[in-house]
């Protein structure tokens, strides 16, 4: 069989050829037919006649070929069809016209009308026949494509169509073939990039570039243009799934569709297109113009969501009482509850805009404001006061920048553009963070930069196309490489997977449209880089913030995931509105969160879902989702109700600085300090004091764990607890002359810990001279227990060595270590460094950008909840407190609790069974158990 | 005998795990696509992994493959000197520890040692950073989060008993330096919280970490729960649908009260054990670790580390007084090791629980880094002929030869695989391990499939860096004794 199919097959493709006979022949033969009519220019009728009689014969053959091809190669579809009953309505006719015209000159008649007709017929059928030949040769589109208005179909252009579209042809136009060659490559990044791109070469086979393709791997040549079956890529994917050799071996197999064109492509000869492969859709970077749509709402935002609801057929639900939106606007702006007077003012507030007024002095409150809305920012732009890299120098804190942006409510773009060509302060940003040693060359400060500004400002994901030309976005190597170049001292060479390539990186945006960016030196190219990006024109860099902003404000982005903006969004419409607002409004923060927060959109209730998966797939936009408290919103809250939470913060934006520093024995083990071992030690330091009258003379101490502090042999004090600072006045206790302080100080627990004594004194002469005293090295120690007398002046403390400095991280800065009065703030979660209690509730480490937390509660977070001594020690602290605010008004305690935690009074039902936990005379006990109980309940832990 | 009874329990309890695992590994997985599941299973030979952490780099030379000892004395030229201790038989024919280790030399025929593992180029050493990629297999940063491979094995097999968190590390605390750099792999990465160590500093404290808060008695932590649970049955809002986050709250709630109430907080408890026991294995918080760690693997643990704890220039990190703090060092591991190893193989736990004792790298006296690749030397003080015995060991970070002991769990019984040069430099030269083969042996060991891998950020991120990884199947098997 297979020896003589290729006469007929070869036969078969002489058809293109053939077909152009009688398509000349009898068209010309017409021609000059025409040119005899009336008996005119007899002379040609003898060359008519052959013209006839050779195209009709070569229509035959032309035919008879065209099927021999149809049926040896495949080919089927209506276009086939329709072009092979034309095929033999042409010859058919060209045999009868070829017949009359025969029997018409036996007769010597001179009557050729019934021949003419026949010819015209023919000429007709032979047009239409040829004009389908065409489509399938060069296209459908080929004829109509270069008129004006025509509109091509090229988008979206699935491989199902193309087959369809393609399968049926015999030659392909130039057009149709690099449109086959980039849904064949398309399909190839996906399914075979993987393993064989030039980041790794399985079987030292790529398929990623042209001589890849076609030098073939360890098999021999994969693609055999024009023959699948000889191919050993066709071979290995139209393998049985079971079979060992078959491809690919990650990732699910080919579809008949997907191989179907596979065969196609090596079918037409495996042509490759040059054009890069955009296989991955991408979002305009410029904002669509949004008209606002007719509805009887009256906030813009309500005017596009009325009109998706109307697409979806959602009725509008009725939006949250004043409870609840209080809650959720506290919470989302200043990140606090409200408290119970606040809540009742506002339920009974008669002015019909309170809510908007609300939002309005919320905004106002800049301090409260900046340090709940610094979280955000820190996940974003990977801030934190402590992490890896600080240790060697490696990175640096923008706190105090950042601070000071939201506190003054600097705008976004003058935020964008300080961050990336930095001011004093925010150099932290594009610094990175540089370990010690040697690291990946996709993770050198440079490529850190291009990834975070990538991934934090602009939505787009350059991670993977650091190492290798991305499989999830369109990005190269090339150009994360031309974005890192731009923060780049010396000429950065290209690595693949942390291969150098030998290719320099020409310094360039990754969205080169919006500009070129240009300048010598670094400082140049980032001024130049950050006007570009600032732009209006840059349309995603303000959909991207507008988008987290949403998200921050109803648990859900408009595009999802928030660091994909090429993702769609569940409304274009409402999308670009909002970003362009945003600019509008000169791309003031505060304007977009009051924009967002002032619609019904915003006050719809909470919804629920049955499974986290539910608001990833399909998903239907109907309201905000239940969020969850953050770390620092229940770290707040709790320091809000009952007791602080953290004593101390690691950036202390207002504060004053103290020279105290946090000093104790220093303790060695083969020459190097080590932790300090539980224990007591002993601490000394003697001043001066003038022969002057003495107005005051205070003290500040806190003291990890416990002291007892003496003034010249006198016990003056006592404290177990380095959270609570202690003040005294020891005016009396001085002399002129010299005096001393000593401090025994203990070390708890049962293997090595930090231990540290801080202490101030402050006095002040009458003269108005003062004096000041801190702990600091001029202080000296033992670990033996000295002589009774060591506590006084006369006490030789020779042999006793100098104290070490522990500095304050393992303490962080207490705000009341102040000889000002304070004035009851507690120290905000988001200035603590981070802690377990809060890494636990799922603030992240920020080693890298974190743009949404984990929603869900944990087993850890539980346990931690349950018996983390931290909490619990909180839980005491608060209950002695309360149990003395409310000493024998256990039903208002009860009241109080409930509007301060939950916003309401409890039900009498809850009443009953609170005030009989607490019992007649309540215990400290059971009120920490109410406390925790409270606190766990689901009702205070979301936000609904 | 009791230990057969409880035995029989957990096993009962372990069904209900799974069950109840399947149902709270929720978190994440709608974020995260594993692709696992189309990867065929493996057969494991192992439920437990108990890891023995060297913190610090311990020299492969004064430990577990000594060489030509040269005995202190003036003017010593310490290019001649390999090992500071005499070599000493151990009860493997021809396996050879350096003295001070005899008791882990006794039960070394009841497991493998490799002595060709070779660490990672990282330039200028930074210990954690080797830490990292010892504990996740990548090397740091990474632009996502790197999960521990105590959290992988949590991820993947979930606990072996419900109230046991799957994984334990314990001994290290996070106060000194370099902390935030260990905190950076002591991480479930982009796993989840949910995978992440529960960690206990002091053994001898572990009872804290599960027991009611301090001064709670068991009646009360009862009826605060039940306060809790009434309370929340009383609002209106949990009468509304059903909503994963506020189920997983409740779930996570009660599945902290059932492992804070159940008899086998016990198991944290270190009083329960004789008092002959605990002194056997009492050489400070490392020994205390191993002696959790065999309660935790008899009762239900999955993967439990015990670090001598890393600290800068403490530990195994010797920069001075290198012999004389090794020997230290030595008599804090010895005795507990061999213990626990007894005493698992003693049950016939050792059959399930894989046990592995391994460190960053090893130190040399003379070479900072490897031979092809030294790199900026930290320990300047250290003159080449010495006089003062604080000079004498080994100071340097070396990260080319280094050892690695196993047991239990389907490893080869007194195997001796790969070795390195007798003369300096110590290099691996036989069947060089590296890390991707560490961590690949211990899945292998597991069940787990070698292709297991996550997608994050579009990446997929395999349990070895692009799922390369390949255990070496040399180590397991029939006894070679």
């Given at each position: 069989?297979?020896?003589?199919?290729?006469?007929?097959?070869?036969?078969?493709?002489?058809?293109?050829?053939?077909?152009?006979?009688?398509?000349?022949?009898?068209?010309?033969?017409?021609?000059?037919?025409?040119?005899?009519?009336?008996?005119?220019?007899?002379?040609?009728?003898?060359?008519?006649?052959?013209?006839?009689?050779?195209?009709?014969?070569?229509?035959?053959?032309?035919?008879?070929?065209?099927?021999?091809?149809?049926?040896?190669?495949?080919?089927?579809?209506?276009?086939?069809?329709?072009?092979?009953?034309?095929?033999?309505?042409?010859?058919?006719?060209?045999?009868?016209?070829?017949?009359?015209?025969?029997?018409?000159?036996?007769?010597?008649?001179?009557?050729?009308?019934?021949?003419?007709?026949?010819?015209?017929?023919?000429?007709?059928?032979?047009?239409?026949?040829?004009?389908?030949?065409?489509?399938?040769?060069?296209?459908?589109?080929?004829?109509?494509?270069?008129?004006?208005?025509?509109?091509?179909?090229?988008?979206?252009?699935?491989?199902?169509?193309?087959?369809?579209?393609?399968?049926?042809?015999?030659?392909?136009?130039?057009?149709?073939?690099?449109?086959?060659?980039?849904?064949?490559?398309?399909?190839?990044?996906?399914?075979?990039?993987?393993?064989?791109?030039?980041?790794?070469?399985?079987?030292?086979?790529?398929?990623?570039?042209?001589?890849?393709?076609?030098?073939?791997?360890?098999?021999?040549?994969?693609?055999?243009?024009?023959?699948?079956?000889?191919?050993?890529?066709?071979?290995?994917?139209?393998?049985?799934?079971?079979?060992?050799?078959?491809?690919?071996?990650?990732?699910?197999?080919?579809?008949?569709?997907?191989?179907?064109?596979?065969?196609?492509?090596?079918?037409?000869?495996?042509?490759?297109?040059?054009?890069?492969?955009?296989?991955?859709?991408?979002?305009?970077?410029?904002?669509?113009?949004?008209?606002?749509?007719?509805?009887?709402?009256?906030?813009?935002?309500?005017?596009?969501?009325?009109?998706?609801?109307?697409?979806?057929?959602?009725?509008?639900?009725?939006?949250?009482?004043?409870?609840?939106?209080?809650?959720?606007?506290?919470?989302?702006?200043?990140?606090?509850?409200?408290?119970?007077?606040?809540?009742?003012?506002?339920?009974?507030?008669?002015?019909?805009?309170?809510?908007?007024?609300?939002?309005?002095?919320?905004?106002?409150?800049?301090?409260?404001?900046?340090?709940?809305?610094?979280?955000?920012?820190?996940?974003?732009?990977?801030?934190?006061?402590?992490?890896?890299?600080?240790?060697?120098?490696?990175?640096?804190?923008?706190?105090?920048?950042?601070?000071?942006?939201?506190?003054?409510?600097?705008?976004?773009?003058?935020?964008?553009?300080?961050?990336?060509?930095?001011?004093?302060?925010?150099?932290?940003?594009?610094?990175?963070?540089?370990?010690?040693?040697?690291?990946?060359?996709?993770?050198?400060?440079?490529?850190?930069?291009?990834?975070?500004?990538?991934?934090?400002?602009?939505?787009?994901?350059?991670?993977?196309?650091?190492?290798?030309?991305?499989?999830?976005?369109?990005?190269?190597?090339?150009?994360?490489?031309?974005?890192?170049?731009?923060?780049?001292?010396?000429?950065?060479?290209?690595?693949?997977?942390?291969?150098?390539?030998?290719?320099?990186?020409?310094?360039?945006?990754?969205?080169?449209?919006?500009?070129?960016?240009?300048?010598?030196?670094?400082?140049?190219?980032?001024?130049?880089?950050?006007?570009?990006?600032?732009?209006?024109?840059?349309?995603?860099?303000?959909?991207?913030?507008?988008?987290?902003?949403?998200?921050?404000?109803?648990?859900?982005?408009?595009?999802?995931?928030?660091?994909?903006?090429?993702?769609?969004?569940?409304?274009?419409?409402?999308?670009?509105?909002?970003?362009?607002?945003?600019?509008?409004?000169?791309?003031?923060?505060?304007?977009?969160?009051?924009?967002?927060?002032?619609?019904?959109?915003?006050?719809?209730?909470?919804?629920?879902?049955?499974?986290?998966?539910?608001?990833?797939?399909?998903?239907?936009?109907?309201?905000?989702?239940?969020?969850?408290?953050?770390?620092?919103?229940?770290?707040?809250?709790?320091?809000?109700?009952?007791?602080?939470?953290?004593?101390?913060?690691?950036?202390?934006?207002?504060?004053?600085?103290?020279?105290?520093?946090?000093?104790?024995?220093?303790?060695?083990?083969?020459?190097?300090?080590?932790?300090?071992?539980?224990?007591?030690?002993?601490?000394?330091?003697?001043?001066?004091?003038?022969?002057?009258?003495?107005?005051?003379?205070?003290?500040?101490?806190?003291?990890?764990?416990?002291?007892?502090?003496?003034?010249?042999?006198?016990?003056?004090?006592?404290?177990?607890?380095?959270?609570?600072?202690?003040?005294?006045?020891?005016?009396?206790?001085?002399?002129?002359?010299?005096?001393?302080?000593?401090?025994?100080?203990?070390?708890?627990?049962?293997?090595?810990?930090?231990?540290?004594?801080?202490?101030?004194?402050?006095?002040?002469?009458?003269?108005?001279?003062?004096?000041?005293?801190?702990?600091?090295?001029?202080?000296?120690?033992?670990?033996?227990?000295?002589?009774?007398?060591?506590?006084?002046?006369?006490?030789?403390?020779?042999?006793?060595?100098?104290?070490?400095?522990?500095?304050?991280?393992?303490?962080?800065?207490?705000?009341?270590?102040?000889?000002?009065?304070?004035?009851?703030?507690?120290?905000?979660?988001?200035?603590?460094?981070?802690?377990?209690?809060?890494?636990?509730?799922?603030?992240?480490?920020?080693?890298?950008?974190?743009?949404?937390?984990?929603?869900?509660?944990?087993?850890?977070?539980?346990?931690?909840?349950?018996?983390?001594?931290?909490?619990?020690?909180?839980?005491?602290?608060?209950?002695?407190?309360?149990?003395?605010?409310?000493?024998?008004?256990?039903?208002?305690?009860?009241?109080?609790?409930?509007?301060?935690?939950?916003?309401?009074?409890?039900?009498?039902?809850?009443?009953?069974?609170?005030?009989?936990?607490?019992?007649?005379?309540?215990?400290?006990?059971?009120?920490?158990?109410?406390?925790?109980?409270?606190?766990?309940?689901?009702?205070?832990?979301?936000?609904? | 005998?009791?230990?057969?009874?409880?035995?029989?329990?957990?096993?009962?309890?372990?069904?209900?795990?799974?069950?109840?695992?399947?149902?709270?590994?929720?978190?994440?997985?709608?974020?995260?696509?594993?692709?696992?599941?189309?990867?065929?299973?493996?057969?494991?030979?192992?439920?437990?992994?108990i890891?023995l952490?060297m913190?610090?780099?311990?020299?492969h030379?004064?430990t577990f493959d000594p060489?030509?000892?040269?005995?202190?004395?003036?003017?010593?030229?310490?290019?001649?000197?390999?090992?500071?201790?005499?070599k000493k038989p151990t009860v493997v024919d021809g396996l050879e520890f350096s003295e001070g280790l005899q008791s882990i030399g006794s039960v070394m025929d009841k497991g493998a040692i490799i002595r060709s593992?070779?660490?990672?180029?990282?330039?200028?050493?930074?210990?954690?950073?080797?830490?990292?990629?010892?504990?996740?297999?990548?090397?740091?940063?990474?632009?996502?989060?790197?999960?521990?491979?105590?959290?992988?094995?949590?991820?993947?097999?979930?606990?072996?008993?419900?109230?046991?968190?799957?994984?334990?590390?314990?001994?290290?605390?996070?106060?000194?330096?370099?902390?935030?750099?260990?905190?950076?792999?002591?991480?479930?990465?982009?796993?989840?919280?949910?995978?992440?160590?529960?960690?206990?500093?002091?053994?001898?404290?572990?009872?804290?970490?599960?027991?009611?808060?301090?001064?709670?008695?068991?009646?009360?932590?009862?009826?605060?729960?039940?306060?809790?649970?009434?309370?929340?049955?009383?609002?209106?809002?949990?009468?509304?649908?059903?909503?994963?986050?506020?189920?997983?709250?409740?779930?996570?709630?009660?599945?902290?009260?059932?492992?804070?109430?159940?008899?086998?907080?016990?198991?944290?408890?270190?009083?329960?054990?004789?008092?002959?026991?605990?002194?056997?294995?009492?050489?400070?918080?490392?020994?205390?670790?191993?002696?959790?760690?065999?309660?935790?693997?008899?009762?239900?643990?999955?993967?439990?580390?015990?670090?001598?704890?890393?600290?800068?220039?403490?530990?195994?990190?010797?920069?001075?007084?290198?012999?004389?703090?090794?020997?230290?060092?030595k008599?804090?591991i010895d005795r507990p090791v061999a213990q626990l190893i007894k005493d698992l193989d003693e049950?016939?736990?050792l059959?399930?629980?894989l046990v592995i004792l391994a460190?960053?790298?090893?130190?040399?006296?003379?070479?900072?880094?490897?031979?092809?690749?030294?790199?900026?030397?930290?320990?300047?003080?250290?003159?080449?002929?010495?006089?003062?015995?604080?000079?004498?060991?080994?100071?340097?970070?070396?990260?080319?030869?280094?050892s690695i002991l196993m047991w239990g769990g389907?490893i080869k019984k007194g195997l001796v695989y790969g070795k390195?040069?007798?003369?300096?430099?110590?290099?691996?030269?036989?069947?060089?391990?590296?890390?991707?083969?560490?961590?690949?042996?211990?899945?292998?060991?597991?069940?787990?499939?070698?292709?297991?891998?996550?997608?994050?950020?579009?990446?997929?991120?395999?349990?070895?860096?692009?799922?390369?990884?390949?255990?070496?199947?040399?180590l397991?098997g029939k006894s070679l004794t």
């Amino acid at each position: 069989m297979e020896n003589s199919n290729w006469i007929f097959q070869l036969l078969g493709r002489l058809h293109p050829l053939l077909v152009h006979f009688p398509i000349g022949l009898l068209v010309v033969a017409l021609c000059f037919e025409l040119f005899t009519l009336r008996g005119k220019r007899p002379g040609l009728r003898q060359g008519i006649n052959w013209m006839v009689f050779f195209g009709a014969a070569s229509a035959c053959v032309a035919a008879l070929f065209g099927w021999l091809l149809r049926t040896q190669e495949n080919y089927s579809g209506d276009l086939v069809d329709n072009h092979q009953y034309a095929g033999i309505a042409t010859a058919v006719f060209a045999l009868a016209t070829a017949l009359v015209l025969r029997n018409t000159l036996k007769k010597q008649s001179a009557d050729l009308r019934a021949y003419r007709f026949m010819l015209f017929a023919t000429v007709i059928a032979t047009t239409i026949a040829g004009h389908l030949g065409a489509n399938l040769t060069h296209g459908e589109d080929y004829l109509w494509e270069i008129l004006p208005n025509h509109k091509t179909v090229n988008n979206g252009a699935t491989s199902s169509v193309l087959l369809t579209e393609l399968g049926t042809t015999d030659s392909l136009s130039a057009l149709q073939q690099d449109k086959l060659s980039l849904e064949v490559r398309g399909l190839f990044a996906h399914k075979c990039y993987q393993c064989h791109s030039e980041n790794k070469q399985k079987g030292a086979l790529i398929l990623a570039t042209k001589e890849g393709v076609f030098k073939g791997g360890e098999s021999g040549l994969a693609i055999v243009p024009g023959k699948p079956e000889q191919s050993e890529l066709f071979r290995r994917i139209t393998l049985p799934a079971n079979h060992k050799e078959v491809m690919p071996t990650k990732g699910k197999l080919l579809n008949d569709r997907e191989i179907a064109l596979v065969k196609l492509w090596i079918q037409k000869g495996a042509h490759w297109s040059d054009e890069k492969v955009k296989i991955f859709p991408e979002a305009l970077l410029a904002l669509q113009k949004i008209k606002l749509p007719i509805s009887n709402q009256a906030h813009p935002v309500d005017k596009l969501v009325d009109d998706y609801f109307q697409k979806h057929n959602i009725e509008w639900p009725v939006i949250v009482d004043d409870p609840t939106f209080i809650r959720r606007a506290y919470l989302d702006i200043i990140g606090l509850l409200p408290e119970p007077e606040a809540i009742h003012q506002f339920e009974n507030d008669k002015n019909p805009n309170k809510r908007d007024a609300l939002i309005d002095s919320l905004l106002g409150d800049h301090r409260n404001y900046t340090q709940h809305w610094l979280s955000f920012w820190n996940d974003l732009l990977r801030n934190d006061y402590s992490g890896p890299g600080f240790i060697t120098g490696g990175r640096k804190q923008i706190s105090g920048w950042l601070y000071k942006s939201l506190m003054t409510n600097k705008t976004y773009d003058k935020m964008v553009k300080e961050l990336i060509s930095p001011v004093e302060g925010s150099e932290g940003f594009i610094k990175g963070i540089e370990w010690r040693g040697v690291v990946n060359a996709s993770q050198r400060t440079e490529m850190q930069a291009a990834q975070n500004i990538g991934q934090s400002l602009m939505g787009v994901n350059v991670k993977c196309a650091s190492c290798h030309n991305s499989f999830v976005s369109n990005l190269t190597l090339e150009q994360a490489y031309g974005f890192a170049a731009i923060f780049a001292e010396k000429p950065l060479e290209l690595n693949r997977c942390d291969i150098p390539i030998g290719k320099i990186a020409t310094a360039d945006f990754l969205y080169p449209e919006l500009g070129i960016v240009k300048g010598e030196t670094i400082a140049k190219r980032l001024l130049n880089l950050s006007d570009i990006m600032v732009q209006e024109e840059n349309g995603r860099l303000y959909r991207t913030i507008t988008n987290r902003f949403w998200h921050r404000l109803l648990g859900k982005g408009i595009i999802e995931p928030l660091d994909e903006m090429d993702s769609p969004a569940w409304d274009d419409a409402l999308m670009d509105w909002l970003a362009s607002d945003f600019i509008a409004a000169n791309m003031d923060l505060k304007h977009l969160i009051k924009r967002i927060m002032s619609s019904k959109t915003y006050q719809l209730p909470a919804v629920s879902y049955k499974k986290i998966e539910d608001t990833k797939t399909d998903y239907v936009f109907r309201g905000p989702l239940v969020r969850r408290l953050s770390a620092e919103q229940f770290s707040d809250a709790i320091s809000q109700i009952i007791s602080p939470l953290y004593p101390a913060v690691a950036f202390n934006p207002e504060g004053e600085k103290t020279k105290a520093k946090r000093v104790w024995h220093k303790e060695v083990s083969f020459n190097r300090t080590v932790l300090p071992e539980p224990g007591k030690r002993y601490f000394r330091k003697s001043f001066n004091i003038k022969n002057k009258k003495i107005t005051n003379a205070k003290i500040l101490i806190s003291v990890d764990h416990a002291y007892s502090l003496f003034m010249n042999g006198k016990k003056i004090a006592e404290g177990r607890d380095w959270t609570q600072v202690d003040k005294l006045e020891v005016s009396n206790y001085l002399k002129p002359g010299k005096n001393t302080i000593a401090v025994e100080g203990e070390n708890e627990g049962t293997i090595g810990n930090p231990a540290g004594v801080l202490f101030s004194m402050k006095v002040l002469y009458q003269s108005g001279e003062t004096l000041e005293i801190n702990s600091d090295e001029t202080w000296k120690s033992t670990d033996l227990l000295p002589d009774e007398n060591w506590t006084t002046n006369s006490f030789k403390d020779d042999s006793w060595k100098a104290v070490k400095n522990y500095g304050t991280q393992n303490w962080g800065t207490l705000p009341d270590f102040s000889f000002k009065n304070h004035d009851g703030k507690f120290a905000r979660a988001s200035l603590v460094k981070q802690h377990p209690f809060m890494k636990t509730l799922g603030r992240p480490s920020r080693e890298i950008v974190t743009t949404s937390r984990e929603v869900q509660a944990t087993l850890l977070q539980a346990l931690e909840l349950t018996n983390g001594a931290f909490f619990n020690n909180v839980l005491e602290k608060g209950a002695i407190k309360w149990l003395e605010a409310y000493k024998n008004e256990p039903e208002k305690l009860v009241d109080q609790l409930y509007q301060k935690t939950l916003g309401r009074s409890p039900s009498p039902a809850e009443k009953n069974i609170l005030m009989n936990t607490l019992g007649d005379a309540p215990q400290k006990e059971q009120l920490q158990d109410i406390f925790w109980s409270v606190f766990i309940l689901p009702e205070f832990q979301f936000i609904n | 005998m009791q230990a057969q009874n409880s035995r029989r329990d957990f096993i009962k309890k372990m069904t209900a795990a799974s069950i109840a695992a399947s149902a709270t590994t929720l978190p994440m997985a709608g974020f995260l696509s594993s692709c696992s599941p189309s990867i065929a299973k493996i057969a494991a030979s192992a439920d437990t992994v108990i890891l023995l952490w060297m913190a610090g780099g311990m020299a492969h030379t004064e430990t577990f493959d000594p060489k030509a000892f040269v005995p202190f004395e003036k003017r010593l030229d310490m290019k001649r000197v390999l090992s500071t201790f005499p070599k000493k038989p151990t009860v493997v024919d021809g396996l050879e520890f350096s003295e001070g280790l005899q008791s882990i030399g006794s039960v070394m025929d009841k497991g493998a040692i490799i002595r060709s593992y070779k660490a990672a180029d990282l330039g200028h050493i930074l210990h954690t950073r080797h830490q990292y990629h010892w504990h996740t297999c990548y090397e740091p940063p990474q632009s996502v989060q790197a999960p521990h491979i105590g959290a992988w094995i949590a991820k993947e097999l979930g606990p072996a008993n419900p109230v046991i968190p799957p994984f334990i590390a314990m001994g290290q605390r996070f106060t000194m330096g370099e902390s935030e750099e260990l905190k950076a792999f002591h991480s479930a990465g982009f796993l989840g919280t949910e995978y992440g160590p529960f960690l206990i500093p002091d053994p001898a404290g572990g009872l804290e970490s599960v027991r009611p808060p301090q001064g709670m008695s068991l009646k009360r932590f009862e009826a605060r729960y039940k306060l809790y649970k009434t309370l929340a049955n009383k609002h209106k809002i949990m009468e509304q649908g059903s909503d994963y986050q506020r189920e997983s709250l409740m779930r996570s709630m009660e599945q902290s009260y059932r492992l804070l109430n159940s008899p086998e907080a016990k198991v944290f408890d270190l009083s329960q054990e004789p008092k002959e026991v605990y002194d056997t294995y009492n050489t400070g918080r490392f020994g205390l670790g191993c002696l959790m760690a065999k309660r935790l693997a008899m009762n239900g643990g999955r993967f439990i580390s015990v670090s001598t704890e890393y600290e800068p220039f403490i530990g195994w990190d010797t920069h001075d007084n290198g012999h004389a703090r090794v020997k230290k060092m030595k008599a804090l591991i010895d005795r507990p090791v061999a213990q626990l190893i007894k005493d698992l193989d003693e049950t016939g736990h050792l059959d399930r629980t894989l046990v592995i004792l391994a460190t960053e790298f090893s130190r040399d006296a003379v070479m900072e880094g490897r031979p092809e690749e030294q790199v900026k030397d930290q320990v300047s003080r250290q003159p080449d002929v010495i006089d003062n015995e604080k000079h004498y060991g080994m100071h340097r970070h070396f990260t080319d030869g280094s050892s690695i002991l196993m047991w239990g769990g389907g490893i080869k019984k007194g195997l001796v695989y790969g070795k390195t040069a007798d003369e300096r430099p110590c290099t691996s030269i036989e069947n060089t391990v590296v890390i991707d083969q560490v961590h690949q042996s211990i899945y292998h060991a597991l069940g787990i499939p070698p292709q297991t891998h996550y997608e994050i950020e579009g990446r997929p991120f395999y349990t070895t860096p692009d799922g390369h990884g390949k255990p070496i199947l040399d180590l397991f098997g029939k006894s070679l004794t």
